[in-house]
């Protein structure tokens, strides 16, 4: 077979070349991105990786990301500083983008925080603003109620003891011996009328209490007696225990809303209480050596509270229909009162006349609680129940007493008695109740409803 020279040529060369320049290639430079620099033979690649045979025949992965270049001949120092300058360069500014990204990230996370906080607070001033456009109001009520209800007086009490001092230092022949008053609630009745427009509330009303009270004389000293001979008796009428009251106060929502309401109250107060008991009569049957007594009792009180009011107010709308209401309020009151007691004996063979007076400025302080549940009905009419508790205690700032009975005392004693009349109030003041269950109903008119009618 003849071959062409030209193909002996061409076979000739590449036997050549394959011999004389694998040397050059078998061995290539790998320069690291951390400065470090390995020889060896790339034999194998993939996307990501190269593999390297070592000098000893080990092989080696390395990352492509970590790899600033492959030589097939090894640099100079020159070039290898330069290609480590250009690295580290090429790293720092790697690094200052990272930074930069970094921070870039850390600005957009902070910016849409911002935001949403801005976008949650806009939307809490929203739902804010439309619930007190809902929870505006602007209508006028007038509650009435009626129950049965207790007004307990400290006045009798007090007066007993004041009598029982006059009993033993005027040398009287006789004195009754007091324990506490038996009382019998009566109806107590209530009106209440309320202007509210949005936040602010005005009201005004009043309350009436009784009690129809029996006073109670368990028995009689007969002073003049030697031993002390203390007779049985029997008290027979009753008398009206009568407390009214009167109040103006305002009111301010710290926080509207529709369903429920906190309002602080400030108020003025006036109270006026009177007891009038011309139907007592004594009754003591004769004891060993004394007599019959018969004696009638005229007493009478009044007395008149003034002052300042202020508590808070809580209200509550529930199951679309009912409304609950409580009312705390404590009192400031300043009161003058003016008792007179009036003993007068009805026994032909030993008739006798004893009365005194005791006037008192007082300062007062009370806490009142008033509980009430309404549930709407229709056209404006609500039916509601409630309880309402107050408790007032006293404390003497000035007392005069005066004596009036058929003895003419020596001024001494009138000192002495006028001294421990002022100790005896300071010790046993009065302290008043006034208690009530009311059943009631409720007109409102409502301003707002009233308009969008028109």
Request: charged content about 25%; proline content about 4%.
């Given at each position: ?26 061995e ?32 080696q ?12 001949k090894?640099l ?59 929870a ?19 006045a ?9 001092v006059g009993?033993?230092?005027n ?8 324990t506490a ?8 009745r ?7 427009w ?15 009270t ?5 028995g ?40 429920f ?20 009569v ?33 209200e509550?709308?529930f ?8 009312e ?19 026994n ?51 007392t005069?007493a ?20 002022n ?15 009311y059943?009631g ?14």
């Amino acid at each position: 077979m003849h071959r062409s020279p030209r193909f002996g040529f061409i076979f000739i060369l590449s036997f050549l070349l394959s011999f004389s320049f694998s040397p050059l290639f078998a061995e290539q430079t790998v320069y690291l991105r951390n400065g470090k620099v390995l020889k060896g033979e790339v034999i194998k690649q993939t996307p990501t990786v190269i593999i390297v045979r070592m000098p000893d025949g080990t092989e080696q992965e390395i990352k492509k990301t970590a790899i600033l270049k492959v030589s097939f001949k090894e640099l100079s120092a020159q070039d290898l500083k330069a290609e480590e300058e250009k690295a580290k360069k090429q790293k720092e500014e790697q690094e200052k983008a990272s930074k930069l990204a970094d921070e870039e990230k850390e600005k957009a996370a902070k910016l849409a925080e911002d935001e949403k906080k801005k976008a949650a607070a806009e939307e809490a001033k929203s739902k804010r603003a439309k619930e007190m456009e809902e929870a505006k109001r602007h209508y006028i009520q007038l509650l009435l109620g009626f129950g049965p209800g207790h007004y307990i007086s400290g006045a009798p009490q007090y007066y007993d003891n004041i009598e029982n001092v006059g009993t033993f230092l005027n040398d009287f022949s006789a004195g009754p011996l007091h324990t506490a008053p038996v009382r019998k609630g009566k109806f107590s009745r209530t009106i209440h009328l309320r202007y509210a427009w949005n936040r602010l509330v005005v009201e005004t009303g009043g309350s009436y209490f009784e009690s129809s009270t029996t006073s109670s004389y368990p028995g009689t000293l007969r002073l003049s007696d030697s031993p002390l001979v203390i007779q049985n008796t029997f008290t027979t009428g009753t008398y009206p225990e009568k407390y009214k009251q009167v109040y103006g106060q305002i009111s301010y929502s710290v926080y509207p809303n529709k369903k429920f309401d906190i309002r602080p109250i400030v108020g003025i107060q006036r109270i006026i209480t009177n007891t009038v008991d011309k139907n007592s009569v004594l009754l003591s049957p004769a004891a060993p050596g004394g007599f019959d007594l018969i004696l009638r009792k005229d007493n009478s009180f009044s007395e008149t509270m003034r002052g300042t009011s202020a508590g808070l107010a809580f209200e509550m709308k529930f199951a679309e229909k009912f409304e609950g209401r409580i009312e705390v309020l404590s009192y400031n009151l300043n009161a003058s009162s003016r008792g007179e007691r009036g003993d007068y004996s009805l026994n032909l063979s030993n008739g006798y006349r004893n009365k005194y007076g005791v006037s008192n400025d007082w300062k007062i302080t009370g806490t009142s609680v008033n509980l009430r549940l309404l549930y709407q009905w229709k056209y404006g009419i609500s039916f509601w129940a409630g309880i309402s508790a107050a408790t007032y205690q006293y404390k003497a700032v000035n007392t005069v007493a005066a004596f009036n009975d058929n003895s003419t005392p020596d001024p001494v004693v009138l000192l002495l008695q006028a001294k421990l009349i002022n100790g005896l109030t300071q010790m046993v003041a009065p302290e008043a109740k006034v208690s009530a269950l009311y059943f009631g109903a409720a007109y409102t008119f409502d301003f707002m409803k009233s308009n969008k009618t028109e």
